[in-house]
């Protein structure tokens, strides 16, 4: 029997058991056991409840197949509903106008106008989520911010422009359709009569005479549309949020791959790979509760709250055995010796204002007092990753630096993975950048130091 199927079914799928569904219908929870085995049948006033309940149609209920019935909705439904609703809008909108008096749509422009400065409005907020958001990815002058940088503004604003006609659209059908009642009549209108001499009408012909009319209806007020309003904003915003959590899932699923391939090149590294599920699972729980705000899905609450539960406990092991790794990590600050280092070396003649510049660079003063007339100036730098040459100018020495636009990715994952194995990890603070020593008496060293501080402090 279909009924008893469909019982089964959507009691299941909402996580209910049989005693609560017989608490809700006041009943006991054999007579819900009868219900789903055929044994027995409920009274008509409990079918509508059920009704209310699982929200499905009677029909479907008792008759039919509802599973069958859900998979019958399909994309071609979905589309022509949705092509429906939109004519049905668009006819209401222009019978609207037509049918209002001059001064009710004056009066119906001005609400109009209001309406989208508050939208405007709203734009201000979303505009500085959208600037932090666009501050915390920001890395520099590179080709990832710049592009993040553009790609989420492109998202951003039309996002917001689509989000800002679908809730103009909304509040205008709230606020104006669905307080307007359209009403089309058809009379019958008498073509040609006939005057008898009991002064009677006697109609011949007679054809059908479509009138509109536009009622207001009652019951509405300005509570309800703030309530609906509220709601409304609230889908809109969550709506909005989606977008990034779909953004940063999609990143922590490449994390998570790139966490795996990891584990074939030797590197296994548990915590992270945890914490990366973790939150995954949760940021996947967040879209179906946002899904389920804003649709009226319905999902399982028993199973979301589960899948909560364990994705915080996950990241929580995650978290600690990460903590714990890195307590045993030992960091480096250098370049790990197997990256090809150059050095260039000149020897200059010592004055009183000779100015050294080194503000920027990785210094290091060498104190040898058999130079007292000599400066020695030695730069080491990485050819593969930077490009430097030391150079003089009348009194003052510096560094012609480049950075080398082409960079061996392959070269630094690989030395990472390589040294993170030893349980150590370079800073590689000094790849892109030169390295200089200064070798001189200490007191052509206090001079070159003075020189400097008045020329650029």
Known sequence: MKFGENLQKLRKERGISQEQLAEKLGVTRQSVSKWESGASYPEMDKIVAICNIFHCDM?????????????????????????????????????????QSFKDIIKMIAQIIIIVCVILCFSIPFMVFKEMVVSLFYTGDNWFSIFFSRFWNFVFNASYGVLAIATFLYIFKVKFLDGE???????????????????????????????????????????????????????????????????????LIIAFVILIVLIFRGLFLVGPILIVLGITVFCLVVIELILDFIFNLRFSSRRIIITIISSIVVSAIGTGLSIWYFLNL???????????????EEVYMMSDDLLVQYGWYYIKFVEDESMTDQVRVRIDYYPDYTAATLEKDDNEIFVNYDTIDSININEVTNSIIANLKKNKLYTYDKLGNASMTVTSSKDNIEKIKKNYNNQYQ
């Not at 069958?68 to 209401?92: H, L, P, Q, T």
């Not at 509109?212 to 949020?241: M, P, Y």
């Not at 030992?330 to 990256?339: K, L, Q, R, W």
């Open 181 to 251: 009642e359209i009403v089309i009549e058809e009379v019958n209108e008498p073509l040609n009569t006939i005057d008898n001499d009991d002064s009677k009408l006697i109609v011949k012909e007679s054809k059908k005479k479509k009138i509109i009319k536009v009622k207001r209806t009652e019951g509405f007020s300005l509570l309800d549309l703030l309530s609906k309003v509220i709601t409304f904003c609230l889908k809109v915003f969550l709506l909005f949020l989606l977008i990034p959590t779909i953004i940063g899932v999609i990143m």
């Open 330 to 344: 030992n960091v480096v600050n250098g370049v790990p010796n197997n990256f090809k280092q150059e050095t260039q």
């Open 59 to 99: 029909d479907v209920l008792i008759n039919k197949d509802i599973t069958e019935e859900r998979d019958k909705k399909d994309a071609s439904k979905v589309v022509k509903v949705g092509f429906k609703n939109v004519a049905n809008y668009i006819k209401k909108t222009i019978y609207l106008f037509e049918h």
